[in-house]
């Protein structure tokens, strides 16, 4: 998961929410508190408040539902997932918080099936969160040393050597860390605060761009970010953002410019600097104008396949046109832009200009002539639909089939294939697997693996795909389970992996365009 990222749009979230009363934006009994910095810090900001009295009562406890509450406004976090903790009902006013901590994943419940809510939560416990939240390495953590070890709970020591290591959690002054100590609001902020700003080690080497684009403070799925060098409008490198909004691209050092590009929205950024390290960026997505267009050439035939690019203020957005030569293309309103074509039949010649100053107004939607190139282009037959809208064409599966014995089974995939279900539910048990096959929009890599590591080695699988159908190698290799070669029984497949397979896979072009994809194989 990349809970770790979050840090990098949510310290605007109002903390103050679950932290704190509504009263004043100064607080009378911080003067000369050890974390009386930070609290005036987030007090100034807006971040947080302190009770109605004056005061922000820092040395108070903070108990399990209020910090999972506070966590879940500071980091973002939405959505949930099912509750069957026995002692978290419906009408409990932290029930959906519940729900989406553990939907996010940084809480279970303890062993016997109760969340305890009103109890004050632990410093141990603080500690564990802290490092799923971040992702921290629990094997190479060391030796924290307190003189307390020997009161740390086995569940929760690695976690504490994490934290320690990793600057967010420290020990007492009399050479302690007090594990089973209720954790204050104090040290509940400042921990949470040090968690926000924590910058995670860059392998040695690694330079490029990452961080999040989103929507009203939520990430926003399957969005095309695309680079740029700065001041160019050719794009050096492109990506989808995940389900949680996230993308990262590895880039060498230098001065970029970015867009992010969604049906209906778009952002960018110019001149963001890569040295050492990665650039952590956010991208806020604001309502563009979606316009339709069409490409002809000097015979007034519709080009298709060729990549259209409007240019303003060092930004550039691109689509491409169908076979009937039309495209869709998002971009900024109250623009005059420079437009610009490439041949299709010539993928390594420069674009060309075919209009300037056009005027994009205020419209949400708006039709534009058609505009004529300067080459010309073969005839060619049938209709189709128009080009794909917003940024640059990512990788994409079209289509996906998987051939059974005995029925069909219910596949959805998401506009852009980047998400899908494959629904054997209604299948026998018997049934077997036999083939399958998947389309794409270009030549491409597959890597296929499987986060819960139910795969056997020999069946996470690299695939090169080319533009078109292709025959699932993943198949292949299901078959080589089964003895008699003739294809794999569902049942068999539940045996291996459950009622529920999570696959994770990647495409990647030849121009290093990745797209991630997340499908679920539901077995009866």
């Not at 509450?69 to 009902?89: I, Q, R």
């Not at 949680?244 to 970015?258: C, N």
């Not at 048990?429 to 819960?452: F, H, I």
Request: glycine share 10%.
């Amino acid at each position: 998961m990349v809970l770790r990222w979050r840090k990098v749009f949510i310290l605007c979230v109002a903390l103050s929410l679950v932290l704190s009363f509504t009263g004043l934006a100064q607080a009378q009994d911080i003067k000369g508190h050890w974390a009386g910095p930070q609290i005036t810090d987030w007090l100034n900001r807006g971040l947080c408040s302190g009770y109605p009295d004056g005061t922000f009562r820092p040395e108070n406890s903070i108990t399990r539902a209020e910090f999972i509450t506070l966590v879940n406004k500071s980091f973002g976090f939405t959505g949930g997932a099912e509750v069957t903790l026995s002692d978290v009902s419906e009408t409990d006013w932290f029930y959906g918080q519940v729900a989406t901590a553990l939907g996010a994943g940084y809480i279970t419940g303890y062993e016997d099936n109760t969340m305890r809510p009103g109890k004050e939560i632990e410093r141990q416990e603080v500690a564990v969160i802290l490092a799923r939240l971040l992702e921290l390495n629990l094997e190479e953590s060391g030796t924290a040393g307190f003189l307390d070890e020997g009161y740390i709970a086995a569940w929760s020591r690695d976690s504490i050597k994490a934290v320690v290591q990793a600057g967010l959690m420290k020990g007492y002054p009399d050479g302690n860390f007090g594990p089973q100590k209720p954790i204050t609001r104090a040290e509940a902020l400042v921990c949470l605060d040090r968690a926000l700003k924590y910058e995670l080690p860059v392998p040695e080497g690694k330079t490029g761009i990452s961080g999040f684009v989103t929507r009203e403070g939520a990430g926003v799925e399957d969005v095309t970010v695309t680079v740029f060098k700065a001041g160019e409008s050719e794009d050096v490198a492109g990506v989808a953002t995940d389900d949680q909004g996230f993308f990262e691209l590895e880039l060498p050092p230098g001065s970029y410019d970015l867009t992010a590009v969604a049906p209906d929205a778009l952002a960018y950024a110019n001149g963001v600097e890569v040295e050492s390290g990665m650039a952590v960026i956010e991208l806020v997505l604001t309502p563009g104008a979606v316009v339709t267009g069409k490409i002809i050439d000097n015979n007034n035939r519709a080009v298709a396949g060729a990549k259209v690019l409007y240019i303003v203020d060092n930004l550039t957005f691109s689509a491409v046109t169908g076979s009937d030569g039309t495209y869709t293309i998002v971009v900024l309103k109250n623009r005059k832009y420079t437009v610009q074509v490439y041949d299709p039949s010539k993928p390594d010649s420069k674009p060309t200009t075919i209009a300037r100053h056009l005027s994009i107004g205020d419209s949400d939607e708006l039709l534009v002539d058609s505009l004529k190139a300067t080459f010309t282009t073969k005839a060619t037959t049938g209709g189709g639909g128009g080009g794909g809208n917003g940024g640059v064409s990512m990788p994409e599966i079209t289509a996906l089939t998987v051939d059974v014995t005995e029925g069909s089974p219910s596949i959805k995939l998401s506009s852009r294939g980047t998400k899908g279900t494959v629904d054997f539910t209604s299948l026998p048990e018997a049934a077997k697997v036999t083939g399958g096959s998947v389309t794409v929009n270009r030549d491409c890599e597959l890597v296929l693996t499987s986060e819960t590591e139910k795969f056997p080695t020999e069946l996470s699988t690299t695939q090169q795909l080319v533009k078109g159908v292709n025959k699932l190698d993943a198949i292949s290799y299901l078959g080589m389970l089964d003895k008699e070669q003739d294809g794999i029984s569902l049942l068999k497949l539940k045996e291996i992996f459950g009622e529920t397979v999570d696959l994770y896979a990647t495409l990647t072009d030849k121009n290093g365009r990745v797209s991630h994809l997340t499908y679920v194989m539901l077995l009866p």
